[in-house]
């Protein structure tokens, strides 16, 4: 690796964001504790373009890959600061968000980066939240630490998980 003249991003993480529309196919579903193959399809092309943008020359068909997805369905839960261990990418459907709250917040992935700093630089390495709404679609590295804050009214999200394999 080489350093460029100027600012130099060395860590960076990137995170997804796009949005569809939610068909209510997918809700219906998802109340079944099933995942539409229309909505797998849509993630899948998702990872592709994700991989596309960090390794150019890469794209998701270089893999062997499986998934696993599951259904959360919460009315005023939160969830605890976790990753997705052993997978590559995770994603999130967000297929209904009709209240308050339930923002996801993601967790600078570097540890204790900021330990020696003076507390002026501390808010460089503050949690990020987001307040998802219906239709968005975030993808992330499955390393990066994330929780979700508690919701009042009903929160759908299908989340799924890639694993990459070698095709030898």
Known sequence: MS????????????IQLE???VKQEYINSALQQEVCPELRKLVVEGWDKYIQSILPGKKLSDWKF?????????RSEEMEYHTHSGSQLSTVVYLENDGEGGEITFYDPRGFAARGYDLSFRPLFNPTDYMPDTGDILTFPSYMYHSVRPAKGLRISVVFDLFLYNKS
């Not at 350093?3 to 990137?14: D, E, I, M, S, V």
């Open 3 to 14: 350093l460029n003249a100027g600012l130099n991003n060395l860590y960076p993480t990137q």
């Open 66 to 74: 499986e998934s696993q997805e599951w259904i959360n369905i919460y």
């Open 19 to 21: 949005k569809i529309p």
